[in-house]
């Protein structure tokens, strides 16, 4: 029971980081329907943002969060006004392969500049403490930390996004870009602020991830991999359905330790003979693909 | 500019043009407008005007170039050559939502509504270049006054009202931030011969509120009777020009549009 229960709870708490995650990318591609490919090499920055602030200031990983989200934010609007701006402009498969090419260029930098081996954090207020929930149930106390965290900046950004005229301004430039700008709203400047808003989140959630994470510059593509599954699970643009669809990739994730569950309590031979935990994140991409088929528009379709 | 005189009629019965020198009568002209289509001539050379408190009408056929000409006027198509005047400044080189802030509002014939939001969200997007409060809901009282039917669907997503009721939506939302001009292109398109009279019927209520309108419409007859002057269009040209009596005496709209 108590690896049922922790592995559900693991899995509700990654998935709210995850959530967070894959929630530029959603604001993104529901603004201009541009898919970025580079929004895992966004997270790689904010990992390495938040590591190196940390170990440069001497500081508490979990005060370096501000920084994430300026850099973050400067990322995103630097590459929307040098680079995608002029992209949107050519057809589509100029879009897919212009992030594309974002994607290796960050890499190759991250690469160039800190190297290949995995760097991570040994110090920190939460760094190696956990929580006992009873039921023999132990939870880190920096995945607990991440996942509020993550819940809070989510919630900061739905606020944002309803609540004020800036996010009305968003929402109708994401609904109908033409029709927006007959209305007075400035359309160019939304899609930077999309992108600043976007490239924020996501390296927030990288400079929570990297307290429990190593960081490497290859580090990317398997959060973008993730983010992809959970906004095509909620419906790309949809900010509750990133939310939704996050909790259900988190307890995805956490797949093998259900199956370790059944294997022990009903004591099944052939189960304890799979390798489950290698396969970790195949389940996530075998739902991408399960969803794409089944319900392409998502849990909570497009852009809503 | 300089060395020429605002002229006293205009201010008094416009509000919008207080303190704004004016070159002529005209708050709203495009002189000699040339518009191409990569490469392909679309208006070749179109002068109109609108005078303040004057409803004016431009007329054509499909594909005569007459929505060409209002985006042209919006900044959402490129101007080639000519000039594009609002309150004597030149506007041809700003961006769309640049001239929206300067008091132009186009109401497309697409309506382009932001059809999952509601309608009060429509109508206050609308009002996005206005920031006080009491303004917007002044704008937004008025627009409810004008079409009784939003009020009680205002909490109803767009895209649940019919085709009449999105039409208001889209001119109410137009009107929201409280137009110096009002651009309506083909406001009765696609509606039920009651719905048509109904939008024309508004059309005719704002004008005699006194906002300058330019109007594009299929409506032909009725369009030049509710207009103080119309333009015939064709194929990118503006071939006729007069009172509405006048176009509908005119040999040049027997053969656009009776084809005698």
């Given at each position: 029971m108590d690896i049922l229960v922790s592995s559900l709870a693991a899995g509700l708490l990654i998935g709210m980081v995850l959530a967070l995650v894959a929630l530029g990318l959603t604001i993104i591609f529901g603004v201009m329907d541009i898919v970025n490919f580079a929004h895992g090499e966004f997270l790689m920055v904010g990992m390495y943002t938040g590591l190196l602030t940390a170990q440069s200031l001497r500081i508490d990983p979990l005060l370096t969060l501000p920084f994430a989200a300026i850099v973050g934010f400067v990322l995103g609007v630097i590459c929307y006004v040098g680079f995608v701006k002029f992209l949107l402009r050519g057809p589509m498969v100029a879009q897919l392969l212009g992030t594309f090419g974002l994607m290796l260029f960050l890499r190759n930098l991250a690469l160039l500049i800190f190297g290949s081996e995995d760097r991570a954090l040994h110090h920190g207020l939460l760094v190696g403490k956990s929580f006992d929930i009873g039921m023999g149930v132990i939870i880190p106390a920096t995945k607990l930390a991440a996942a509020g965290l993550s819940v809070a900046a989510f919630w900061a950004v739905w606020i944002l996004m309803n609540r004020t005229k800036i996010g009305k301004a968003l929402t109708a430039t994401a609904l109908n870009s033409q029709g927006a700008r007959y209305m007075g709203i400035p359309t160019e400047r939304m899609n930077a602020l999309a992108w600043g808003i976007g490239g924020a989140s996501v390296t927030i959630a990288g400079a929570l991830i990297v307290n429990f994470w190593s960081v490497n510059p290859f580090i990317g593509l398997l959060f973008t991999m993730i983010a992809f599954a959970i906004v095509a699970l909620g419906g790309f643009g949809s900010v509750p359905g990133a939310f939704f669809a996050g909790l259900v990739v988190g307890i995805i994730t956490e797949i093998p330790g259900i199956w370790d569950f059944f294997t022990y309590t009903f004591n099944i031979r052939w189960m304890a003979n799979v390798p489950m935990t290698s396969f970790k994140y195949m389940w996530v991409y075998l739902a991408y693909f399960i969803i794409m088929v089944v319900r392409p528009r998502g849990l909570f379709g497009w852009k809503r | 500019m300089s060395g020429r005189q605002s002229r006293p009629g205009a201010s008094t019965s416009f509000p919008g043009s207080n303190g704004v020198r004016m070159n002529r009568h005209a708050i709203l002209e495009t002189k000699d407008i040339k518009v191409r289509y990569s490469g392909l001539a679309v208006l070749h050379g179109v002068s109109v005007s609108l005078e303040p408190s004057e409803t004016v009408c431009v007329l054509g056929s499909n594909g005569a170039g007459k929505s060409t000409l209002l985006r042209a006027i919006m900044g959402a198509q490129r101007v080639f050559d000519g000039q594009i005047l609002f309150m004597g400044r030149e506007?041809?080189?700003?961006r769309t939502e640049q001239i929206v802030r300067l008091g132009i509002i186009y109401v497309p014939e697409e309506k382009m509504l932001f059809t999952p939001l509601s309608v009060e969200e429509n109508l206050l997007l609308g009002a996005y270049v206005l920031n006080d409060k009491k303004e917007i809901q002044d704008s937004l009282d008025f627009v409810y006054n004008l079409f009784p039917a939003l009020k009680a669907r205002r909490g109803q997503a767009a895209s649940t009202l019919s085709g009449g009721e999105q039409q208001m939506v889209a001119i109410g939302r137009g009107l929201m931030s409280r137009p110096k001009v009002l651009m309506l292109d083909e406001p009765s398109l696609g509606l039920a011969p009651l719905l048509v009279d109904e939008v024309l019927g508004t059309v005719r209520e704002l004008k005699r509120q006194g906002i300058p309108i330019f109007l594009v419409e299929q409506n032909v007859r009725e369009a030049l009777d509710l207009a103080d002057r119309g333009y015939i269009l064709q194929t990118g040209r503006i071939v006729a020009h007069g009172t509405g009596k006048e176009l509908l005496e005119s040999d040049m709209f027997r053969t656009a549009f009776l084809g005698i």
């Amino acid at each position: 029971m108590d690896i049922l229960v922790s592995s559900l709870a693991a899995g509700l708490l990654i998935g709210m980081v995850l959530a967070l995650v894959a929630l530029g990318l959603t604001i993104i591609f529901g603004v201009m329907d541009i898919v970025n490919f580079a929004h895992g090499e966004f997270l790689m920055v904010g990992m390495y943002t938040g590591l190196l602030t940390a170990q440069s200031l001497r500081i508490d990983p979990l005060l370096t969060l501000p920084f994430a989200a300026i850099v973050g934010f400067v990322l995103g609007v630097i590459c929307y006004v040098g680079f995608v701006k002029f992209l949107l402009r050519g057809p589509m498969v100029a879009q897919l392969l212009g992030t594309f090419g974002l994607m290796l260029f960050l890499r190759n930098l991250a690469l160039l500049i800190f190297g290949s081996e995995d760097r991570a954090l040994h110090h920190g207020l939460l760094v190696g403490k956990s929580f006992d929930i009873g039921m023999g149930v132990i939870i880190p106390a920096t995945k607990l930390a991440a996942a509020g965290l993550s819940v809070a900046a989510f919630w900061a950004v739905w606020i944002l996004m309803n609540r004020t005229k800036i996010g009305k301004a968003l929402t109708a430039t994401a609904l109908n870009s033409q029709g927006a700008r007959y209305m007075g709203i400035p359309t160019e400047r939304m899609n930077a602020l999309a992108w600043g808003i976007g490239g924020a989140s996501v390296t927030i959630a990288g400079a929570l991830i990297v307290n429990f994470w190593s960081v490497n510059p290859f580090i990317g593509l398997l959060f973008t991999m993730i983010a992809f599954a959970i906004v095509a699970l909620g419906g790309f643009g949809s900010v509750p359905g990133a939310f939704f669809a996050g909790l259900v990739v988190g307890i995805i994730t956490e797949i093998p330790g259900i199956w370790d569950f059944f294997t022990y309590t009903f004591n099944i031979r052939w189960m304890a003979n799979v390798p489950m935990t290698s396969f970790k994140y195949m389940w996530v991409y075998l739902a991408y693909f399960i969803i794409m088929v089944v319900r392409p528009r998502g849990l909570f379709g497009w852009k809503r | 500019m300089s060395g020429r005189q605002s002229r006293p009629g205009a201010s008094t019965s416009f509000p919008g043009s207080n303190g704004v020198r004016m070159n002529r009568h005209a708050i709203l002209e495009t002189k000699d407008i040339k518009v191409r289509y990569s490469g392909l001539a679309v208006l070749h050379g179109v002068s109109v005007s609108l005078e303040p408190s004057e409803t004016v009408c431009v007329l054509g056929s499909n594909g005569a170039g007459k929505s060409t000409l209002l985006r042209a006027i919006m900044g959402a198509q490129r101007v080639f050559d000519g000039q594009i005047l609002f309150m004597g400044r030149e506007i041809h080189r700003l961006r769309t939502e640049q001239i929206v802030r300067l008091g132009i509002i186009y109401v497309p014939e697409e309506k382009m509504l932001f059809t999952p939001l509601s309608v009060e969200e429509n109508l206050l997007l609308g009002a996005y270049v206005l920031n006080d409060k009491k303004e917007i809901q002044d704008s937004l009282d008025f627009v409810y006054n004008l079409f009784p039917a939003l009020k009680a669907r205002r909490g109803q997503a767009a895209s649940t009202l019919s085709g009449g009721e999105q039409q208001m939506v889209a001119i109410g939302r137009g009107l929201m931030s409280r137009p110096k001009v009002l651009m309506l292109d083909e406001p009765s398109l696609g509606l039920a011969p009651l719905l048509v009279d109904e939008v024309l019927g508004t059309v005719r209520e704002l004008k005699r509120q006194g906002i300058p309108i330019f109007l594009v419409e299929q409506n032909v007859r009725e369009a030049l009777d509710l207009a103080d002057r119309g333009y015939i269009l064709q194929t990118g040209r503006i071939v006729a020009h007069g009172t509405g009596k006048e176009l509908l005496e005119s040999d040049m709209f027997r053969t656009a549009f009776l084809g005698i």
